[in-house]
């Protein structure tokens, strides 16, 4: 079930960003942990009075095993642009929720007239980039050095969908199953 996220969700978003930069892997920018249950709290409540961005979270069997975070750019020249963030248990990966929290991520687009949904993505994270590469994203831009992470200084790869043009593809790689 995707759903958007609750304040009470806080402390199992801390839980599953903590698990998830742990991993030896290097999946997300913070190895240092989350940011704490009443952090993330105040930051869902929050959310509640501000139109331009959301989290959703992904459910199976009741617990939370994934997080989208979405926000448009400010600016007024990029305000059509929104920034994802996407992150799946390591229990619960290949199994259709990456896919699914994207979908959510292209409906609130439309919603909120985005037309171009960005994101950052580390070279190494090859399963990452396979799942949006299939889902319509593109490989805009490579930024080296772009994130410290661990005392390292690492690349990132700058993906974008556009909303419009990607819709049909979307949605016929959503309603498949793949």
């Given at each position: 079930?995707?759903?958007?996220?609750?304040?009470?969700?806080?402390a199992?978003l801390v839980a599953?960003?903590n698990?998830?930069?742990r991993?030896?892997?290097?999946?997300l920018?913070t190895?240092?942990?989350?940011?704490g249950?009443?952090?993330?709290?105040?930051?869902?409540r929050?959310?509640?009075?501000?139109?331009?961005?959301a989290?959703?979270v992904?459910?199976?069997?009741?617990r939370?095993?994934?997080?989208l975070?979405?926000?448009?750019?400010q600016?007024p020249?990029?305000?059509?642009?929104?920034?994802?963030?996407?992150?799946?248990?390591?229990g619960a990966?290949?199994r259709?929720?990456?896919?699914?929290?994207?979908?959510?991520a292209?409906a609130?687009?439309?919603?909120?007239?985005?037309?171009k949904?960005?994101?950052?993505?580390?070279?190494?994270?090859q399963?990452?980039?396979r799942?949006?590469?299939?889902?319509?994203?593109?490989?805009e831009?490579?930024r080296?050095?772009?994130?410290?992470?661990?005392?390292?200084?690492?690349?990132?790869?700058l993906?974008?969908?556009?909303v419009?043009?990607?819709?049909?593809?979307?949605e016929?790689?959503?309603?498949s199953g793949?």
């Amino acid at each position: 079930m995707i759903r958007r996220a609750e304040p009470g969700d806080a402390a199992a978003l801390v839980a599953l960003g903590n698990a998830i930069g742990r991993e030896p892997e290097g999946w997300l920018i913070t190895s240092e942990g989350w940011r704490g249950v009443n952090d993330e709290r105040r930051y869902l409540r929050a959310l509640k009075r501000y139109p331009h961005a959301a989290v959703f979270v992904a459910e199976v069997g009741g617990r939370i095993v994934g997080r989208l975070s979405i926000a448009r750019d400010q600016h007024p020249a990029s305000h059509h642009v929104a920034d994802v963030g996407l992150m799946v248990a390591a229990g619960a990966r290949r199994r259709g929720i990456g896919t699914a929290l994207l979908e959510q991520a292209i409906a609130w687009a439309r919603e909120s007239g985005i037309r171009k949904l960005e994101l950052h993505v580390f070279p190494h994270n090859q399963p990452a980039l396979r799942l949006y590469e299939r889902f319509g994203f593109e490989q805009e831009g490579y930024r080296k050095g772009h994130y410290r992470r661990a005392g390292e200084y690492v690349d990132a790869i700058l993906m974008a969908y556009r909303v419009d043009e990607n819709s049909q593809k979307a949605e016929e790689l959503f309603f498949s199953g793949s």
